[in-house]
């Protein structure tokens, strides 16, 4: 009877420890997704704020959620970005919104020229939880994406091989090289014609003539080496873009509430990333390598800058017609009230 009891005290010590296991929860498994863009770490201005995005979210998630970057086109270019993403193939995207504008409009709101006073404007204005940033999403929701995060806007200045620009008519005649719809628009209402020639032939497009200067940001001018095949650089807001991480919005949805919290907060420094690393190196390194060219600087007085901003309200109006009535005039309220 001895044996037999403690037989039955064992069997009941085994149950028991497996019914309290059973209640436990299950470790939850490390969340895998795949990050990818296109831009290599030869980009030694911006490439850290993007590595840092990936870098935040894999340091504070561990456990959690970990991101596996593929940068350099080596998994998506840039035109497979959108369709990658939607197809699964990519969790979270990186991409510049000159690119995309013509899927979601509402993405000129970083481009228009002329609007933002200067980066640090454009980044309250675009910051994660601002009414903008709201604004931009629910127009992107319809398209079932969401931009979780975004650069302050990069001003994009026109760059010529021989003549310099000071007035709206000084680019009559001229072909110049530009990222997107905007930047086309803009060039057009000046009086240019705009090309869309690939940033990798512009270097040869301008040695041979084939076009005579580029709408750009610094950026893109050292990071091809075209500081070698300018002579001048006017110096305004002509238009502007960002880059934002994007995910389709029902994979975020499906997340769990601590981990977009987590994603909340490496975009934010991924914002704030922009002027904590890319301007300190813009300063000491670009801009030197560009002087050193012999590049010459066209800084506009305010009476001359006004000149252009008048020629170029079209495009303004151009963008707000490929919205919904009234986002566009909101958009643009918010931008700069």
């Known amino acids: 009877m ?17 019914i309290t296991m059973g209640q436990q929860p299950a470790m939850a498994k490390e969340l895998k997704l795949i990050y990818a863009h296109y831009l290599p770490p030869s980009y030694k201005d911006l490439f850290p704020v993007i590595q840092g995005f990936a870098d935040y979210v894999n340091e504070h998630g561990k456990g959690k959620v970990h991101l596996e970057h593929f940068h350099s086109g080596t998994l998506l270019k840039s035109e497979e970005l959108i369709p990658g993403l939607m197809q699964g193939t990519a969790d979270i995207i990186l991409h510049v919104d000159s690119a995309i504008m013509g899927t979601y409009p509402i993405l000129g709101i970083t481009e228009l020229p002329f609007l933002y006073k200067d980066m640090e404007v454009s980044y309250e204005k675009l910051k994660i939880g601002s009414p903008l940033y709201k604004l931009i999403n629910q127009e992107l929701a319809k398209k079932d994406i969401i931009a979780i995060a975004t650069w302050p806007i990069l001003p994009e200045y026109i760059w010529t091989k021989d003549k310099p620009i000071r007035k709206p008519d000084d680019l009559k005649g001229l072909r110049i090289r530009v990222a997107g719809r905007v930047e086309a628009a803009v060039i057009k209402a000046l009086g240019g014609a705009a090309t869309t020639t690939s940033s990798a032939e512009l270097y040869e497009a301008l040695k041979r003539g084939t076009v005579d ?9 050292t990071s091809r080496s075209l500081q070698d095949t300018v002579g001048y650089v006017t110096k305004a807001s002509f238009a502007s873009y960002s880059a934002q991480i994007y995910m389709r919005l029902d994979k975020w949805q499906s997340l769990s509430p601590d981990i977009q919290k987590l994603f909340i907060e490496a975009g934010k420094g991924y914002g704030k990333g922009v002027f904590e690393h890319a301007v300190p190196y813009w300063d000491k390194e670009t801009w030197p390598l560009i002087r050193k060219a012999g590049v010459k600087e066209i800084a506009l007085t305010k009476e001359e800058q006004q000149e252009f901003k008048k020629r170029v309200e079209p495009v303004w109006d151009w963008w707000k017609g490929l919205l919904p009535p009234g986002v566009g005039e909101k958009a643009i309220k918010l931008a700069t009230e």
């Open 213 to 221: 200067g580029a709408m750009c940001t610094w950026t893109t001018i």
């Open 2 to 18: 001895k044996k037999i009891g403690f037989v039955l005290l064992v069997l009941l010590f085994i149950c028991s420890t497996l």
